[in-house]
């Protein structure tokens, strides 16, 4: 099993720039807010910054709500690997890039960046300071909740089973940046938020739908299309991505041809299925060298991994560095950011 909850570890790794390519921002030129609007969005993200950084004092993550996480950062963060959520992640102060394979998202306080899948991510904010520090917020994306809106609301469903990318970064209006600062204002009453909380999350999840966003949230709930099987496969990896794969049988298993299944996988995640499970298991595998002190060898075969030699170069490539020396320097790391230096 994939341990999600490793945030310290994951935020102090570093990787250049060399091996990613591309920018997945979206281009929002074509819209132009008026004078009103700009001074309302400004007049929101000041307040979601205040509401954030009352909330979270420090540097670090804080879940004050189920299924709403917070996070504040001083300075900017080294690239940093894990898991994606079903997700609406907004900004009210700072700027993040987030890497899919080899393809990069940026985005800021005038973006929002949706995930309908968990996938293996790497991110790292890159404007943060201790006089305006990076304060954003990640909503969970729950299927179900998705439908129920969808059939509430009577909100279409997709006319065809194109598959698209499980991540991407649009333009942030003034509604539903209105509705994501109504839920941070709940943050200040748990009695209300118990009641109102669901309420504003079905908002936001309505707005998303209405959209340019709106057909990716609509893939997550559709129950035959191309994305739904790809779904299927993410989970079945993730589940067991220390044992051998067999593209023939997951295709099977989610009822598509090879090539098909190979196309459409990729299309989703930006990755073959077998770059997919190889950033599972070495993320996995530093987690076990660095969390219960396993040398290189025994959490290469953990992780699925007969040669430690292979183990040692594919985790070199994706990471950098050697095993062992990526771990020495990782508890460096964290031993110096415990004693303060």
Not at 96 to 102: F, H, I, P, Q, V
Not at 106 to 128: F, G, K, M, Q, V
Not at 315 to 335: H, N
């Amino acid at each position: 099993m994939i341990f999600q909850n490793r945030c310290m570890i994951l935020q102090i790794t570093e990787r250049g720039d060399a091996g990613m390519r591309g920018d997945a921002q979206k281009d929002s030129t074509n819209y132009q807010p008026s004078v009103r609007e700009v001074d309302r969005m400004q007049a929101s993200r000041d307040e979601l910054a205040e509401r954030i950084a009352r909330a979270v004092r420090d540097d670090g993550t804080a879940e004050p709500l189920a299924g709403l996480r917070l996070r504040r950062s001083s300075s900017p963060t080294e690239l940093g690997y894990g898991l994606s959520d079903a997700a609406l992640c907004v900004i009210a102060q700072g700027r993040k890039d987030l890497w899919l394979g080899d393809t990069r998202y940026r985005y800021d306080p005038a973006h929002y960046l949706i995930a309908t899948a968990e996938l293996p991510i790497a991110s790292r904010i890159t404007e943060a300071s201790t006089e305006r520090p990076y304060l954003g917020l990640v909503l969970k994306l729950d299927p179900t909740l998705v439908g129920s809106v969808m059939v509430e609301t009577g909100q279409p469903a997709l006319r065809s089973p194109s598959s698209v990318k499980a991540i991407a970064v649009s333009p942030l209006d003034a509604d539903l940046l209105d509705a994501v600062v109504r839920l941070a204002r709940l943050l200040d009453s748990p009695t209300d938020a118990r009641f109102l909380a669901p309420l504003v999350t079905r908002e936001i999840v309505y707005r998303l739908l209405r959209g340019e966003q709106g057909d990716r949230l609509r893939h997550i709930v559709a129950l035959a299309n191309h994305t739904h099987r790809i779904a299927r496969a993410i989970d079945r990896l993730r589940k067991e991505f220390d044992q051998p794969l067999r593209i023939e049988d997951l295709a099977r298993e989610v009822g598509m041809s090879v090539s098909g299944f190979h196309q459409h996988f990729k299309e989703v995640t930006a990755m073959s299925p077998l770059q997919f499970q190889k950033q599972l298991r070495l993320q996995e595998a530093r987690r076990l060298m660095l969390g219960e002190d396993l040398d290189a060898a025994s959490a290469g075969y953990r992780v699925g991994y007969h040669d430690a030699s292979h183990f040692s170069r594919e985790y070199k490539s994706l990471f950098g560095i050697p095993p062992m020396r990526d771990v020495e320097r990782l508890r460096g790391s964290i031993a110096a950011q415990s004693a303060g230096l």
